[in-house]
Structure formats: C-alpha cells, structure tokens
C-alpha cells in the first residue's frame, strides 16, 4: 500500500521506517516545519520549579539543544501525551516521566491525580486550547512558556505530481488539524484528490478529521486512539 505521510520531516522519517516494516510504501510530503526557541525554554525553566508538561516530542528536541543548563531540571517531574514523547524525555535524562493515552484533556487528568501545581508547560504554537482549557477547570495553576512554532511549508507543483506520478497513493495520514488545513487549503492536491477517487483519508482524532471537507468525509477514518500505533492500525 502506497501512504502519504504528511508530518514534518523528522517525524514523518520515523514514520517512513514502520510503514516499511509493515510492508507499505512511504511517500512524504511535510507540509509543516518546526522552528525552535530554545531560549523561551531556557529562560522559562530557570524562573520555575514545579513539574513540566509537553504534549508533543517537538519541545523535547527544544530542551535538547540546552545541553547542560537542562541538568538541574532533570529531576523535575515531567507529563508528557503519549509513550513515545514520554521515551524521548527519558532519553535525554528526565528521570520521574509520566505518560498518559489519549488528548491533552487526558493529560490535564492525570496530573490533577498527582496533585501537581505551577505547572510549566511548554508549549508550540499554533495549538489545541484542549490541555490549557482543562487545566483551567480542574483549578491547576499553570504558566506557558512557547518555545516552537510549526511554520507552513507549502510543496510545490512538481513536488505534488511526484507523489502521483508513481500511481495514487492509497491512503493519507494526517496527524494533526494545522496539517489537515493545509493539504485542504492546496488546491492542486484538492485537485488530485478528486482525479483518484478512493484514496483512504486517515485521521488521528475527530478534531483532525473536522478539517476534510463534507465531499470527501466518506473516505475519512479515525483512529481509536489519538497515538500512532491506532493510526496505523487502519491501513
């Protein structure tokens, strides 16, 4: 099966890798970049104590690149959505990680069971209201320091008729709504879209699946968990 992976590069690498483990053929299309501000982050930590929280592993690559100013907040507590962004905290040395399935909404729970508070969460930017909004109601005080931001990148004509040149790809994965927006917002691959009909539009949650259009809903599925085993799972 030929997928098109839509994430940023360095994710959608990874990606590539399982898709090929279980026998598909990869085509990527990144239609998004991160750009880091390890210095929001920097300045951020130093002026907290409390525990951590990121919904993604993009502030994990940020804090990364502090080198040994990160050592003295090592030992904070750190909630991370998801196992993999909670693996990639505690590869770079974070030592109490907690990881919860699903949303930000299940994460804001599960840091309310550990009593947490003055929160800092690291953050991107554009982003889901879910996490800050659910803090919010269960009364958790939280500070945001933005420390990336997913810049558009928008493929050109060539790059688009690559994809199909080789034969439809037979399913597209969209990993987050900003992204979904995008490829949407492209009229040439609208345009593809409609000209090989059938092509599987498989989303991680309901949020994502919003942005496809009323037209193509029919071709749409949702995994049953916002992770990417779940998405997979579909193909």
Known sequence: MRVLVTRPAHSATRTARRLR????EPLLL????????????AGALATTSGAIAV??????????????????HLGRPLFAVGETTAEEARSLGFRSVAASQG???????????????????LAGMPRAETFEARLSELGIRFSVAECYRMQ???PGPAEIEAIFAGGRPDA???YSRQTADDFFGL????????????????CLSEAVAEAIPAALKKN????PMPDEKSLLSLL
């Not at 919904?55 to 003295?72: D, K």
């Not at 749409?220 to 995994?223: G, L, N, S």
Request: net charge negative; with cysteine; aromatic share 2%.
């Open 21 to 24: 483990d279980m026998g598909h």
């Open 103 to 121: 949303n930000g909404r299940d994460l804001a729970d599960l840091i309310a069971t550990q009593g947490a508070d003055g929160l800092l969460y």
């Open 172 to 174: 597209v994965l969209f």
């Open 220 to 223: 749409a599925a949702i995994a």
């Open 187 to 202: 009229a040439e691959l609208c345009s593809a879209l409609a000209e090989h009909g059938g092509i599987r539009l498989l």
């Open 152 to 154: 558009p990148v928008a």
């Open 55 to 72: 919904t993604s592993a993009e502030a994990i690559r940020v804090v990364s690149a502090l080198g040994e100013q990160l050592n003295p």
């Open 30 to 41: 990144p239609l998004r970049r991160p750009v880091h501000d390890s210095a929001a982050a």
